[in-house]
């Protein structure tokens, strides 16, 4: 988009402000789509963003959902998906919400342990039903480069190979579940193509050892995703021209039958798909010095973006800014240093800064607008939405340059009973100071 069309929508909607392209959504599906073996099965990772539009868009390029909790389930069900094309992961999942999701038809997922397995067992069979289960191995050697590790090294996620092979009985056809594949997530945005391949290649690899060594049926190998793009900086995501044929190859060897879906052969992917369709725009409100930084304040922060990755689960942020809206600068403001400039927002922390080397094509003065790229994942929803209560950025859509829907997330406290509440806590319900009875109004 232009910025004169950013401009528009700011002048429209108000600052802060997220706009997500769907052309650009649709692009980013291809693109990957292009670069996997074929056939393969493609999970849009709602964890990325789960915007309602955007998994819309991504179901309708063919992607299925890999979801993580009830909140995801709805958002995946809202998008128009099926329960019976979700794959549901992740590591300590409730009896709950394993039954919601059984409930609403789900019958894929991923097992990180036997204690999970047995768990979706149970429940399943008291619906009448089986639940198709992979196992996540935490496969023993680290093959690439990444910024986040997912295994070989001590994890949450999973089990290793090893482990498996010593448990095998554990994993066992029962009433209300069976094993039918594999699933492998090692790294997270792998830093190169080579890193990429070699992760892939290896679990490849894994699979076939759990096949010839456990009898394990492989009706399904999921080889997770890695594919990476850039993080509110310029740049256009990856590129793996090598990808599908050095994959193609490891699986011809070791899976002969998957270009027949013997085993079905599934990736996985969040940044990719929605990185690049993102942009967040913002408002200088001050520009101050203070002990020889310049410090360059926004009305967004780490409560709209990037509130993870004082987590280290994503990079810090590197902003590249453009003024859009340059205003007069108010009497007594002082000059920012574009070299030396710190990106900071409203919060009152020391920890709400998305930039300490914030670059500019020209000093940044209050009133000026700027322009944050690349941040359609790991975003809005992956941020420090209820710290310090200020109002979510708002979130527009747009396809053809053209807004499409425009709404604002919202922190609700609602009213919650729990199934069979000790006395203690009845009592004490109705007034803020636990208060109850006639005074209780005070």
């Known amino acids: 988009m232009s910025a004169a069309e950013f401009r528009e929508l700011l002048a429209a909607y108000g600052s802060p402000l997220y706009v997500y392209d769907l052309d650009e959504v649709s692009a980013a599906a291809d693109r990957l789509f292009a670069c996997l073996p074929r056939p393969s099965t493609l999970y849009y990772s709602f964890k990325a963003n789960p915007h309602p539009w955007i998994a819309r868009t991504l179901r309708g390029r063919g992607c299925r959902a890999e979801i993580s909790s009830p909140g995801e389930l709805a958002a995946a069900l809202e998008a128009g998906f099926a329960g019976d094309s979700c794959l549901y992961t992740g590591p300590g999942k409730t009896a709950a919400e394993v039954d919601a999701a059984l409930a609403a038809g789900v019958r894929r997922f991923s097992v990180e342990s036997a204690v999970?397995?047995?768990r979706i067992a149970d429940l399943a069979a008291a619906r009448g039903i089986t639940a198709s289960c992979l196992v996540r191995v935490h496969a023993e050697g680290a093959q690439g480069a990444t910024g986040v590790r997912m295994s070989g090294t001590p994890s949450p996620f999973g089990i290793t190979t090893g482990q498996f092979l010593a448990t095998r009985d554990d994993f066992a056809p029962r009433p209300g579940a069976e094993l039918t594949g594999a699933h492998f997530f090692p790294l997270s945005n792998a830093r190169d193509e080579a890193s990429l391949i070699a992760e892939?290649?290896?679990?490849?690899?894994?699979?076939?050892?759990?096949?010839?060594?456990?009898?394990?049926?492989?009706?399904?190998?999921?080889?997770?995703?890695?594919?990476?793009?850039?993080?509110a900086r310029p740049g256009p995501p990856a590129?793996?021209?090598?990808?599908?044929?050095?994959?193609t190859s490891a699986l011809d060897t070791a899976l002969p039958g998957w270009r027949e879906g013997a085993p079905e052969i599934a990736f996985e992917s969040g940044r990719y798909l929605t990185g690049s369709s993102g942009h967040l725009l913002c408002t200088v409100t001050?520009?101050?010095?203070?002990?020889?930084?310049?410090?360059?304040?926004?009305?967004?922060?780490?409560?709209?973006?990037?509130g993870l990755s004082a987590l280290g689960r994503?990079?810090?942020?590197?902003?590249?800014?453009e003024p859009l809206t340059p205003a007069p600068p108010p009497p007594g403001a002082e000059p920012a240093d574009a070299t030396r400039a710190?990106?900071?927002?409203?919060?009152?922390?020391?920890?709400d800064v998305l930039s300490r080397d914030l670059t500019t094509d020209v000093p940044p003065r209050p009133g000026d607008v700027l322009i944050i790229p690349n941040v359609g994942a790991y975003g809005l929803t992956a941020s420090l939405l209820g710290f310090l209560s200020h109002p979510a950025a708002a979130e527009v859509v747009v396809r053809g340059g053209e807004p499409v829907d425009v709404t604002r997330l919202s922190l609700v406290r609602t009213a919650h009973t729990p199934a069979t509440p000790p006395p203690s806590a009845v009592s004490g319900l109705g007034h803020p100071d636990g208060r109850s009875g006639p005074d209780a109004a005070g």
């Open 342 to 351: 710190v990106l900071a927002g409203p919060l009152c922390t020391p920890a």
């Open 116 to 118: 999970d397995y047995r």
């Open 286 to 306: 001050d520009v101050k010095t203070s002990h020889g930084r310049t410090y360059v304040v926004a009305d967004t922060g780490v409560h709209h973006l990037g």
């Open 200 to 231: 892939m290649t290896h679990s490849v690899a894994q699979a076939a050892r759990l096949r010839d060594t456990a009898g394990v049926e492989l009706r399904t190998v999921d080889l997770g995703g890695g594919f990476a793009a850039p993080y």
């Open 314 to 321: 994503i990079r810090p942020v590197s902003v590249q800014a």
């Open 239 to 247: 590129r793996y021209p090598a990808l599908g044929a050095a994959v």
